[in-house]
């Protein structure tokens, strides 16, 4: 081969990897609009973002995938916690975890909120269904909220109970499995330790969930009805 | 024997305190080990978080290796365009500038102070000083390369993956208020720098010390360093795609990006046969076999690390479960000891003898030096990759919590702390060697 020959390769080689990659980011910008939803791309989601950065959140975290593999991934940790599981590990991560930590973090409420209002954002990503481990849990979530299409089974999800109990194969393992808890413990049982937490039993690390009044008497129905 | 150009000089204190940083990152290493495989208590993370510590990990690892290939570039400018660095005095004012702002930025962390975004964390306004610092050095390789107007392919890389380089940092510094194209724009920086502008870097200091030590003609050299260099280009600038899988980009991703990024071991194959080509087929013989071994080393562990490691988990059908996990960091640790931490040592022991105004020196420490980082951060890197497949294992294939996961991981990190310091012996005696190089025996002896 002769040198002219290798310059060549060189251009050609380049200009036509370039052109590739410069014509698919074009493109790229165009749809990922639509993927990333932009249009509910919202003020509270931006300034969300900037708390995400502030706080130096993704040092620990990764979020689709990317930063530091310390800490799970936040990409749809949305449905996993929903806005209030979310609030509460952050209020008092040290009731959360057990042998590795997460600081507690000054946030105001204002911040939190625009966290949460980012963390729901970026749940709602188009991303070709990663991370495996949550297309996983929400398939089974689906199934198990489908049980009973009623307040007590969205708000087991919204306030973040998938956590750490499990349901029908769906959610976290720090809590006992939920999936026949009605046939164990009575309404007026369930009712008692959703109020406290400690009240069965007094080693329990769970913390009190927030639940008005009424959202106690329907998540209490709810998982009392799961025979 | 002294410098061919007394203003080679100016690359001495770029290589101390880039060595020096290495250090620290190591130390830095082996507290994020110990993070994972111990139990740190509730106060010690409030004050001092996991994130702080790791900030500084990388950033010094990025300073360090910078630092290491600018001193580099003033070592060899002088010999390859046969002129006298253009302003030394311009030199020093930027290591002084870089270095004072990267220390900056370190304590800045520590006190919660960061742009947030991982590897690129330096915050507004010292970003924009990191720009003044590229834009002396380049204006002042730029100008010793345009005043001495000998044009040759080796300088272009050189200059061009400079200039590349420092372009690509541009793309870090706007706000993205949409996550996805954050991150899309982030890569931009991050693998167009290692798998783009770095490897010209890389391609053309090695191909002038295999010039340098085996006087294997430069044309061979520059006519292969246009094939690679082509090759480079074409797998790495369009690869950037398998970083684009599973960020909310177009499925078209998937196609190009595992395509080409599973042809970007093929560049640094046909590097490593090169410089194995050269090294048989040299005219003279080589004086100090020290570079030699760093230089094989080197092309060694750059193919197995970043090429071997790197196509392990490129494709998207494996991707898929390995994104994000500690299988990364297995590939990141030893793609960046082999292709660029052996470069820069490869490099150092070249100059640092020269620079010193010795023809031979002492190897001994050298080699066992050698032996030890190459050994201790190979096996490393066979720790993460168990603790990376035990977690690709239990959280994305069984679907079992990341904390579970996590616990039967511990393991693998406390033996990765123990070879953490382990390593830091071998970068310990690397340093005092490189500082207090004695002259030598004969070479004969030596090898």
Same mark, same amino acid.
């Given at each position: 081969m002769s040198t002219k020959t290798a310059r060549w390769i060189f251009y050609i080689g380049t200009l036509i990897s370039l052109a590739l990659f410069l014509v698919l980011t074009v493109d790229t910008h165009r749809q990922i609009q639509t993927l990333t939803h932009a249009d509910r791309l919202s003020e509270q989601v931006v300034a969300g973002k900037r708390v995400w950065q502030k706080y130096n959140c993704n040092d620990c975290h990764t979020i689709l995938g990317f930063g530091s593999y310390y800490a799970p991934d936040m990409t749809k940790v949305y449905w996993r916690r929903g806005s209030e599981g979310i609030k509460a590990v952050i209020r008092s991560p040290e009731t959360f975890t057990t042998w590795r930590k997460m600081p507690r973090l000054p946030l105001t409420d204002k911040e939190l909120e625009n966290l949460v209002a980012f963390l729901q954002w970026t749940s709602e990503i188009d991303n070709q269904g990663w991370p495996p481990q949550d297309q996983k849990l929400r398939a089974g979530a689906g199934q198990a909220v489908a049980l009973g299409v009623s307040p007590g089974a969205a708000l087991y999800q919204a306030k973040g109970c998938f956590a750490c109990h499990r349901l029908y194969e769906a959610g976290g393992g720090a809590g006992p499995d939920l999936t026949h808890v009605g046939s164990r413990l009575s309404y007026e049982t369930i009712e008692r330790i959703l109020t406290d !937490?400690?009240? $069965?039993?007094?080693? #329990?690390?769970? !913390?009190?969930?927030?639940?008005?009044h009424e959202e106690r008497y329907q998540v209490g129905h709810f998982l009392a009805g799961l025979k | 024997m002294p410098l061919a150009y007394p203003s080679q000089r100016v690359a001495y204190p770029y290589f101390v305190v880039a060595l020096l940083l290495f250090v620290l990152q190591v130390i830095v290493g082996i507290w994020l080990a110990l993070s994972y495989a111990l139990t740190i208590p509730q106060w010690l993370v409030d004050l001092l978080p996991f994130s702080t510590t790791r900030a500084v990990h990388t950033n010094l690892l990025v300073l360090w290796l910078l630092l290491g290939f600018m001193g580099s570039t003033y070592f060899m400018a002088p010999e390859e365009t046969e002129r006298e660095i253009y302003s030394p005095t311009l030199a020093y004012i930027q290591l002084l500038l870089l270095v004072g702002t990267g220390v900056t930025a370190l304590a800045g962390f520590v006190f919660g102070w960061t742009k947030g975004k991982p590897l690129l964390e330096i915050p507004f306004p010292l970003d924009y000083l990191v720009v003044v610092g590229a834009l002396i050095f380049l204006f002042n390789v730029g100008m010793t390369i345009l005043r001495a107007r000998q044009w040759t392919v080796i300088q272009g890389s050189l200059f061009g993956g400079l200039v590349f380089l420092a372009v690509m940092y541009l793309f870090n510094l706007p706000f993205y208020a949409n996550l996805s194209i954050d991150w899309y724009y982030w890569w931009w920086v991050i693998h167009l720098w290692v798998e783009g502008a770095w490897e010209l870097v890389a391609a053309a200091l090695t191909a002038w010390i295999l010039i340098k030590i085996t006087n294997v003609p430069r044309a061979t050299v520059e006519k292969w360093l246009y094939v690679e260099l082509g090759l480079f280009l074409f797998t790495g600038i369009a690869g950037? $795609?398998?970083? +684009? +899988?599973?960020? $909310? #980009? !177009?499925?078209y991703w998937l196609w190009v990006g595992g395509i080409f990024s599973a042809l970007e071991p093929v560049p640094i194959l046909l590097m490593l046969a090169d410089a194995w080509h050269y090294l048989r087929n040299r005219r003279s013989e080589i004086k100090g076999r020290l570079v030699f071994t760093y230089a094989v080393g080197m092309a060694i562990l750059h193919f197995v690390g970043a090429g071997v490691w790197g196509f392990a988990h490129t494709l998207p059908q494996i991707n898929y479960y390995t994104h994000g996990s500690q299988i990364t960091v297995a590939h990141g640790h030893l793609a960046f000891f082999g292709a660029y931490v052996l470069l820069n040592l490869t490099f150092f022991y070249y100059a640092m003898p020269k620079l010193k105004g010795l023809t031979l020196f002492n190897e001994r420490r050298g080699n066992i030096a050698f032996w030890w980082l190459s050994i201790t951060m190979s096996v490393m890197t066979l720790a993460f990759s168990v603790a990376g497949v035990l977690q690709t294992h239990i959280e994305r294939i069984m679907g079992l919590g990341y904390m579970t996961a996590q616990a039967q991981m511990r393991l693998s990190f406390a033996i990765l702390a123990v070879l953490g310091v382990v390593f830091l012996g071998g970068v310990l005696l690397t340093v005092v060697d490189l500082m207090t190089l004695r002259p030598g025996p004969s070479a004969k002896e030596a090898a």
């Open positions: !937490p400690r009240s $069965g039993n007094p080693e #329990a690390t769970m !913390p009190t969930p927030p639940l008005s | 950037t $795609g398998h970083h +684009y +899988y599973w960020l $909310g #980009a !177009p499925s």
